[in-house]
């Protein structure tokens, strides 16, 4: 609802319904029926990470403690949440992940991941995808 003015000491209210038609794999909100079928047709990337598997970054972290300026190095880590798929973002796929056709054109998966900075020893965050990551460890629960 929105407030658009005054007219003569009355308030004129105007109510605007809008619908929207969500995708039920990743529950975006489509302004057309049209975009959210298409939406729904992507399919997901093929899940090769699961929860608690060990991660290596494919690219560099770095440590802003103020000891250690600067140092950039690849986190390993553990992944601690997986999220729900996500439409491909086509601007950071072109621009950091070679703009793969297949990805694009996907539902994609992130990571949350949680390492320890080898040089100041603090738990940090990372949110990666699948192409910015390398196994190290299997979680055995997920043989
Ligand atoms: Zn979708
Ligand atoms: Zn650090």
């Known amino acids: 609802m929105k407030v658009i003015g005054t ?7 105007i109510v605007q319904r809008i619908v929207w038609y969500q995708c039920e794999v990743c529950k975006t909100r489509h302004p057309s029926k049209k975009e959210a079928l298409r939406c729904e047709k992507k399919p997901v990337e093929e899940k090769i990470f699961s929860l608690g598997d ?6 560099f972290v770095y440590c802003h403690n103020l000891q250690h300026p600067s140092q950039k190095f690849r986190a390993v880590g553990r992944i601690v ?4 798929p996500e439409p491909a973002d086509e601007d950071y796929e072109n621009r950091y992940l070679g703009g793969k056709r297949e990805r694009k054109q996907s539902h994609v998966l992130s990571f949350e991941i949680k390492y320890k900075c080898p040089f100041c020893k603090k738990e940090k965050d990372a949110l990666c995808l699948t192409p910015e990551m390398e196994l190290v460890k299997k979680n055995k629960k997920n043989r």
């Open 7 to 13: 007219f003569g000491g009355k308030l004129k209210k």
């Open 54 to 59: 060990t991660v290596q970054l494919n690219r």
């Open 81 to 84: 949440r997986v999220r729900k």
